[in-house]
Antibody
Framework: QLQLQESGPGLVKPSETLSLTCTVS??????????WGWIRQPPGKGLEWIGS???????YYNPSLKSRVTISVDTSKNQFSLKLSSVTAADTAVYYC?????????????WGQGTLVTVSS | EIVLTQSPGTLSLSPGERATLSCRAS???????LAWYQQKPGQAPRLLIY???SRATGIPDRFSGSGSGTDFTLTISRLEPEDFAVYYC??????????FGGGTKVEIK
């Protein structure tokens, strides 16, 4: 059974870079059948897609965040990562990682439990 | 970019009543790539409906989805206590980009 687990600092200072990792177990991140995505949710607000990556390294970003986002994949560790630069309080959110099968037209079928990242000095 | 608008923002109903939630897209959603999620506090979203009308695995048949083009509806035929939550619609497709609606909260009246 596939499991996704987000990890990283829960507190980041303004103007710094937020870094999170999603560890995949029960499946291979090197499969050609999936995208791997990041989605966030500010406290009490709605969901926002941040971006996704294919095992080959091809990336797709939300245009509203593109200038600050980098998503990468480490197939040797079965992990993919998110970096968001120049953060502000508006980036405080629960960050989820998800698997997006190509056969479901990239609909997220499995989600991690989410991790709260607070941006504060 | 497709914008999804959900209405109403909050729906106050009693257990046993019927809930009707709306999701309107700013342009036509291709191939009915429209999904609905349920989210409870402290939990990740749970997929209910995909392809506008197909129930995900394990979802009770009191949940149903309908619509095409720009207008979509999630109906809960008889609300159970565990159904009080926030519901999101989502557009997906051939690229991995996703768009979410703002959500509808179904609360106990």
């Amino acid at each position: 059974q596939l499991q996704l687990q987000e990890s990283g600092p829960g507190l980041v200072k303004p103007s710094e870079t937020l870094s999170l990792t999603c560890t995949v177990s029960g499946g291979s991140i090197s499969s050609s059948s999936y995208y791997w995505g990041w989605i966030r949710q500010p406290p009490g607000k709605g969901l926002e897609w941040i971006g996704s990556i294919y095992y080959s390294g091809s990336t797709y970003y939300n245009p509203s965040l593109k200038s600050r986002v980098t998503i990468s994949v480490d197939t040797s560790k079965n992990q993919f990562s998110l970096k968001l630069s120049s953060v502000t309080a508006a980036d405080t959110a629960v960050y989820y990682c998800a698997r997006q099968p190509l056969y479901s037209s990239s609909l997220p079928m499995e989600w991690g439990q989410g991790t709260l990242v607070t941006v504060s000095s | 970019e497709i914008v999804l608008t959900q209405s109403p923002g909050t729906l106050s109903l009693s257990p046993g009543e019927r809930a009707t939630l709306s999701c309107r897209a700013s342009q036509s959603v291709s191939s009915s790539y429209l999904a609905w999620y349920q989210q409870k506090p402290g939990q990740a979203p749970r997929l209910l409906i995909y392809g506008a009308s197909s129930r995900a695995t394990g979802i009770p048949d009191r949940f149903s989805g309908s619509g095409s083009g720009t207008d979509f509806t999630l109906t809960i035929s008889r609300l159970e206590p565990e159904d009080f939550a926030v519901y999101y619609c989502q557009q997906y497709g051939s690229s991995p980009g996703l768009t979410f609606g703002g959500g509808t909260k179904v609360e106990i009246k």
